[in-house]
DNA sequence: CGCATAATTGATGGTTATCAAGACCAGTGG
DNA sequence: CCACTGGTCTTGATAACCATCAATTATGCG
């Protein structure tokens, strides 16, 4: 296996970050050693089952939710192809939340105990991972900040700006047009909106000719003056990790 | 030095989960050499400023914030004695969030790359400050489903509970009544509420008999009611790090 | 005591939830 | 080919909640 092949979606986003000696993408190796298929709706683990293996997303997009006391549904995390699922419950004993396919997916169990193993025999990578998770937690607070702060506009435009440049760090020719296999209540049901306001808003949004839509997909013409107009900043662009040696 | 001595609040909180060697706990030393001592509203670092240092907090509360473009501030996590701050930023060249002392304080600065030489001596430390790390990140999903998803008054209830049981990992015996050392802008930019909401909805819960002020004080009087009430779980009750081995 | 900061209270208006009805679409079976 | 179905999106009307503004009271500190 030659240096530059990639392996994995999963070592391919580490790369992204680092260049991965062959040992270190060896060990990898481990996280993708069995393989699961969904199919869109299928259920990966259940809010309040015993937490247990961490999987990695192989393909297909997943999400994340929650179900308050009253029926309604916070959806917490769209995750893509290499990500990691299931981090949050790290230290928990029984799930904080139940994970869905969004559309045909293949994700890879691991058990949590071979992040220990990871640490001791890769601790670079291991910390690169870290370093991920608290990346993450960035872009979680600026969601969060839309979700607080914003309008209803805003806070949908400033989702498929995270989304195109999450998806830019797997796939850099991407550009500014992607896919988009979320129904509105969804999308309502990840920024605290109802689909009423998220449908007023996207309409909103593509009669002021910031997006433009068709079939699946959505493009935004100019991310670079729409992000600025909502003061969103992308947190993937300007990295700094020579502290990781 | 024996081994029940606590030699500062950041090996006890780390105490609080796992049971740290003499070693580790020396190994632990170095993220507390130096100090700096901050008095009420000091800027520790601002946003867009080069991401350098990390700091522990050694006594007092602070608070991480960012300023939205139009001018409003969104207050984003208050960090206690034994927290690690400016994590957010491991990977990212600049700042992304200001941090401030909400009181007195007094915090230990230490470069990134320590958290590197940790991985490689202590890979059990580092993986359990990472594991901390995800465990704030499920914590901070609740109150982000919180914002988005409920009324003014459960959003204030749901700090108040999150407070009480985040400060009962450091100190067992605390109770259900804090010391509340924030203004109700302040709170109020923390939970995506005006100041005038939060004084009203504290009124509320006083009126609802729910909790009690004084002084500078708060009381949740049943925090098991008042979490069940609104769908609250605490997350810090039922941990699983046998992994962590 | 006097000043600055913080909290409270009431009035008004804007944004979004909620409800309800209709349009559109893809897939299905008669 | 066409009705039927379920899902999704759109549009308009109403109402609830909270932001905002402004005035007043309370608190803390020199």
Redo the contacts between chains.
């Keep these: 296996m030659s240096e530059r092949e990639i392996v994995s979606c999963f070592v391919s986003k580490l790369q992204h970050?680092l260049n991965l000696t062959i040992q270190e993408q060896e060990i990898l190796a481990v996280f993708e050693k069995s393989e699961l298929i969904l199919k869109r709706g299928d259920v990966l683990f259940q809010e309040g089952s015993d937490?247990e293996d961490l999987f990695v997303v192989k393909s297909g997009w997943m999400y994340s939710l929650?179900y308050?006391?009253?029926g309604?549904r916070?959806i917490?995390q769209i995750r893509h192809p290499g990500d990691l699922c299931g981090?949050?419950?790290?230290?928990?004993?029984?799930r904080?939340?139940t994970l869905v396919a969004l559309e045909s997916c293949v994700v890879c169990p691991f058990?949590?105990?071979a992040?220990?193993d990871l640490?001791?025999t890769a601790?670079?990578v291991?910390?690169l991972i870290?370093?991920?998770?608290?990346?993450?937690?960035?872009v979680?607070?600026d969601?969060?900040?839309a979700?607080?702060?914003?309008s209803a506009r805003d806070r949908v435009l400033h989702l498929l700006l995270q989304l195109i440049h999450r998806l830019g760090i797997s796939n850099v020719k991407l550009g500014s047009t992607i896919r988009l296999p979320m129904n509105q209540t969804l999308i309502g049901d990840l920024?605290?909106l109802s689909n009423v306001s998220v449908s007023k808003s996207i309409g909103l949004l593509e009669q002021e000719g910031i997006i433009r839509r068709s079939g699946g997909s959505v493009t935004v013409l100019d991310c670079e003056k729409a992000g600025n107009?909502?003061?969103y900043?992308n947190?993937y662009a300007?990295?700094?990790?020579t502290?990781?040696?």
């Design positions: 970050f937490a929650r308050t006391e009253d309604k916070q917490m981090m949050h419950d790290l230290m928990l004993r029984k904080s939340h058990p949590r105990s992040l220990m640490a001791r601790p670079r291991a910390m870290s370093a991920i998770g608290t990346l993450d937690q960035a979680l607070f969601l969060l900040q979700i607080a702060r914003s920024l605290g107009s909502i003061g900043t947190r300007d990295m700094e990790i502290w990781l040696r």
